[in-house]
């Protein structure tokens, strides 16, 4: 079993920051990629950034400059620094997870989710 726990989401204003956490537990041999998603009301989720395990990255198109995404792999997590951020940042961030198991088994896993609301 391997769960993943998020924080530091909130409430912020049009150019403020804020950093997100996540945490990945359980019988964990190794994680691949790690990553970051967010889904706003009305619109289908879609990736934000992602992170892998060797350190290369892939960011959305719009959050490019504005946000980093790095791990810390003896800690198992990750941290989202989101910079600038704009109203059209609103949404539930979710964290995600590629996991081999100390079973060797493969698992995709998500988080709860962390909401995210940037004021005009």
């Known amino acids: 079993q391997v769960q993943l726990v998020e924080s530091g989401g909130g409430l912020v204003q049009h150019g403020g920051s804020l950093t997100l956490s996540c945490a990945a537990s359980g019988s964990i041999f190794s994680i691949n990629a790690m990553g970051w998603y967010r889904q706003a009301p009305g619109k289908e989720r879609e990736l934000v950034a992602r992170i892998f395990s060797g350190g290369s990255t892939n960011y959305h198109e719009s959050v490019k400059g504005r946000f980093t995404i790095s791990r810390d792999n003896a800690k198992n997590t990750n941290y989202l620094r989101m910079d600038s951020l704009k109203p059209e940042d609103t949404a539930v961030y979710y964290c995600?997870?590629?996991?081999?198991?100390?079973?060797?088994?493969?698992?995709?896993?998500w988080g709860q989710g962390t909401l995210v609301t940037v004021s005009s």
């Open positions: 995600n997870a590629d996991v081999l198991t100390t079973a060797r088994v493969y698992l995709n896993v």
